[in-house]
């Protein structure tokens, strides 16, 4: 959108040109009309329920759910203002319960006295613990207020059941380099600047979906070079924090494409989601924990050399750190990619797992219990073992599952384990089985 962004300003005016305020010029430029409105079509095409409760004045109780710059304040502010409401805007952050009980308080104040609605934007929702997401509750039921909370969150994670019960989720998305560029070029008319084509393209293709973060580079460019030429905009721009939380959102999404993408044997696709979380700052070691367990999940004995490559890349990891690490892990996502697939080993034991929990757990027979400590030959402990290495091809026909479960079969090799399906005949056959 055009964007929507973040201002404590609740009434911004526009600047004739570059010499005026000197307030952000995000905050300046904000879009004050849903047609000024650059993006969220999914949100906010005609006949769009969203669009339709603004186009209607009639406002209800949200969760503006999206990444930073992707318009929350903005659409609150047009909310309140179709619906000719209040509005009250706190950040979770610097707001506590006493906060919100006045907040409250004058919501009822003008609905008993002027009959007018109280829009409350509460930026962070996220921040609130239970007990002040539960404060909010009776206020929201009896329409005191219309909450509309702002989560970069997943607020199914983060926000209590019982409110999100009471609120609509709009998730709002990043917005295209094709949308940030209609934002940065009326920028740039409005503040009647000069800046060369290749410096806008640049400008909304990195600024990762955010128009906040490519208009505050438009700002300090125009600021420090007057025309901004490609070079401005990179010395301005220079290197974007990615929207990337190591304890958040994006850090499940990004594990879970790495995961997929290496699952579904795309090394390119790998080395991206690899490069996001360490470009992001996720911890590395967190990373080579997931290459070991997909190693085994999803390579299993399809390469068990996979395993190898992927404990020695953690092992790199807790030896060298970053940077150098970085190609550890990298060798190991190249290799894990390649590597033929198989989850019959995960299969197998989630099958053996899921029959014990079922079944129960049955002791084995008693030749295969412990001998090792005295007396237990009078218990009959260990009593008739057949010892495979005294046999011909170390194979023994006696029985190793306990007597309850003999003839259960849990793995089964597919066809990337062909070596050890035409072992596990040969040995099957060996024992007579």
């Given at each position: 959108?055009?964007q929507?962004?973040?201002?404590g300003?609740?009434?911004?005016?526009?600047?004739?040109?570059?010499?005026?305020?000197r307030?952000?010029?995000?905050?300046?430029l904000?879009?004050?009309?849903l047609?000024e409105?650059?993006?969220q079509?999914?949100?906010l095409?005609?006949?769009?329920?969203?669009?339709?409760?603004?186009?209607?004045?009639?406002?209800?109780?949200?969760?503006?759910?999206?990444?930073?710059?992707?318009?929350?304040?903005t659409?609150a502010?047009?909310i309140?203002?179709?619906?000719?409401?209040?509005l009250?805007?706190?950040?979770?952050?610097?707001?506590g319960?006493?906060?919100?009980?006045?907040?409250?308080?004058?919501?009822?104040h003008?609905?008993?006295?002027?009959?007018?609605?109280?829009?409350?934007?509460?930026?962070?929702?996220?921040?609130?613990?239970?007990?002040?997401?539960?404060?909010?509750?009776?206020?929201?039921?009896?329409?005191?207020?219309?909450?509309?909370?702002?989560?970069t969150?997943n607020?199914?994670?983060?926000?209590n059941?019982?409110?999100?019960?009471?609120?609509?989720?709009?998730?709002?998305?990043?917005?295209?380099?094709?949308?940030?560029?209609?934002?940065?070029?009326?920028?740039?008319?409005?503040?009647?600047?000069?800046?060369?084509?290749?410096?806008?393209?640049?400008?909304?293709?990195r600024a990762?979906?955010?128009?906040?973060?490519?208009?505050?580079a438009?700002?300090?460019?125009?600021?420090t070079?007057?025309?901004?030429?490609?070079?401005a905009?990179?010395?301005?721009?220079?290197?974007?924090?990615?929207?990337?939380?190591?304890?958040?959102?994006?850090?499940?999404?990004?594990?879970s494409?790495w995961?997929?993408a290496?699952?579904?044997?795309?090394?390119?696709?790998?080395?991206?989601?690899?490069?996001?979380?360490?470009?992001?700052?996720e911890?590395?070691?967190?990373?080579?924990?997931?290459m070991?367990?997909?190693?085994?999940e999803d390579?299993?004995?399809?390469?068990?050399?996979?395993?190898?490559?992927?404990?020695?890349?953690?092992?790199?990891?807790?030896?060298?750190?970053?940077?150098?690490?970085?190609?550890?892990?990298?060798?190991?996502?190249?290799?894990?990619?390649?590597?033929?697939?198989?989850?019959?080993?995960?299969?197998?034991?989630?099958?053996?797992?899921?029959?014990?929990r079922?079944?129960?757990?049955?002791?084995?027979?008693?030749?295969?219990?412990?001998?090792?400590?005295p007396?237990?030959?009078?218990?009959?402990?260990?009593?008739g073992?057949?010892?495979?290495?005294?046999?011909?091809g170390?194979?023994?026909?006696?029985?190793?599952?306990?007597?309850?479960?003999?003839?259960?079969?849990?793995?089964?090799?597919d066809?990337?384990?062909?070596?050890?399906?035409?072992?596990?005949?040969?040995?099957?056959?060996?024992r007579?089985?």
């Amino acid at each position: 959108m055009d964007q929507l962004f973040e201002s404590g300003d609740a009434e911004p005016q526009r600047p004739a040109a570059a010499g005026g305020s000197r307030r952000p010029l995000a905050a300046r430029l904000r879009p004050r009309t849903l047609q000024e409105v650059v993006g969220q079509e999914h949100l906010l095409a005609e006949g769009a329920a969203l669009r339709s409760a603004i186009e209607q004045g009639r406002p209800h109780s949200m969760i503006l759910y999206g990444p930073p710059g992707s318009g929350k304040t903005t659409l609150a502010r047009i909310i309140a203002e179709a619906a000719g409401a209040a509005l009250e805007e706190l950040s979770a952050v610097e707001a506590g319960r006493p906060v919100v009980r006045k907040v409250i308080d004058r919501a009822k104040h003008r609905r008993q006295t002027t009959g007018e609605q109280t829009v409350f934007f509460l930026d962070e929702i996220h921040r609130f613990n239970k007990a002040q997401q539960d404060a909010l509750l009776p206020a929201v039921e009896e329409g005191v207020v219309t909450l509309i909370g702002a989560t970069t969150e997943n607020p199914y994670f983060e926000v209590n059941s019982a409110l999100l019960s009471r609120c609509q989720i709009y998730e709002l998305r990043p917005l295209l380099a094709s949308d940030i560029e209609i934002v940065v070029r009326r920028a740039i008319a409005t503040i009647e600047a000069q800046a060369d084509d290749d410096a806008i393209a640049f400008l909304s293709a990195r600024a990762g979906g955010d128009a906040r973060t490519a208009l505050a580079a438009l700002d300090l460019a125009v600021q420090t070079h007057g025309r901004v030429t490609l070079e401005a905009a990179e010395d301005a721009l220079q290197r974007r924090a990615l929207t990337y939380d190591k304890t958040g959102d994006r850090h499940y999404d990004t594990i879970s494409a790495w995961i997929k993408a290496t699952r579904g044997s795309d090394p390119d696709a790998s080395l991206y989601y690899l490069a996001v979380m360490l470009e992001g700052g996720e911890d590395p070691r967190f990373i080579a924990r997931r290459m070991v367990i997909l190693a085994s999940e999803d390579v299993g004995n399809a390469d068990p050399q996979a395993l190898q490559i992927a404990v020695a890349a953690a092992q790199a990891v807790e030896h060298v750190g970053l940077p150098e690490g970085q190609f550890a892990l990298a060798q190991a996502a190249i290799y894990l990619s390649l590597a033929p697939k198989s989850d019959h080993a995960k299969r197998a034991i989630g099958a053996a797992r899921g029959h014990v929990r079922e079944h129960g757990a049955q002791p084995p027979p008693p030749y295969l219990q412990s001998a090792a400590y005295p007396a237990a030959r009078a218990l009959g402990r260990g009593e008739g073992y057949d010892y495979p290495h005294d046999r011909p091809g170390r194979l023994s026909d006696q029985e190793l599952m306990p007597d309850r479960v003999v003839g259960t079969r849990f793995y089964s090799p597919d066809e990337a384990e062909a070596a050890l399906r035409e072992r596990l005949e040969e040995i099957r056959r060996g024992r007579g089985r």
